[in-house]
């Protein structure tokens, strides 16, 4: 009888742990499916680097989930949520979401190892040089597709760099940004030539 008791105990938990997993991969589902409907929509529309525009859109999702999931815990009919519940259900997929988005998303719209590959996906059966690539690189990406000007847009909305005249200069918060850098980058085996790069004297 004792067995009993704590063999439909047991299979109570189980049946108990599966729904709230179940839970929180359908607040995933959910969250991640109104992030990416966010992106069709005119919210920062105006912010034209794709990175700041998908953090704040993200920010919004996370608010607008977090209330859609108080408000599925209060009727409480399908499933208890105690306010870990609901912090699990929104955190995770903001984390998850904010992951892919560093690592995946933003690599696709700005990588130029992506757009080398892409360019040579489109013509796979043409054998590329070195110099190919190079002038592609040269006359495509960064002229053609104005590379640079995005970089300095970037920058600018950041105020790591400020315009004079017709020319930039570098501000106080672009160098405290380099040294934070910097520091990231002394814990790992990066190559420190992109941190720090030998002096560059324009030609006259």
Not at 34 to 62: C, D, G, Q
Not at 121 to 138: G, M, P, Q, S, Y
Request: with cysteine; proline share 3%.
């Amino acid at each position: 009888m004792k067995e009993n008791k704590n063999e439909r105990g047991n299979i109570k938990i189980v049946k108990s742990t599966a729904k709230y997993l179940l839970f929180y991969f359908i607040a995933f589902l959910v969250f991640t499916g109104i992030y990416i409907a966010s992106f069709r929509t005119p919210l920062f529309a105006a912010n034209h680097v794709f990175f700041y525009r998908a953090v704040s859109l993200l920010i919004i999702t996370s608010v607008l989930f977090t209330v859609v999931v108080i408000i599925f815990a209060r009727c409480g009919k399908l499933i208890r949520l105690a306010v870990q519940d609901v912090l699990i259900a929104v955190i995770v997929p903001l984390c998850l979401n904010m992951t892919f988005l560093s690592v995946v998303t933003v690599s696709i719209d700005r990588s130029i190892s992506v757009f080398l590959l892409a360019s040579m996906a489109e013509n796979k059966e043409r054998v590329w040089t070195e110099k190919d690539i190079t002038d592609l690189f040269l006359n495509v990406y960064m002229d053609e597709y104005k590379a640079m000007d995005r970089r300095f847009d970037e920058q600018l909305i950041t105020g790591s760099i400020e315009k004079k005249g017709g020319a930039y200069q570098i501000t106080d918060k672009g160098v405290f940004l380099i040294n934070a850098f910097r520091l990231v980058g002394s814990a790992f085996p990066i190559d420190n030539r992109f941190l720090y790069p030998e002096p560059y004297v324009p030609e006259e």
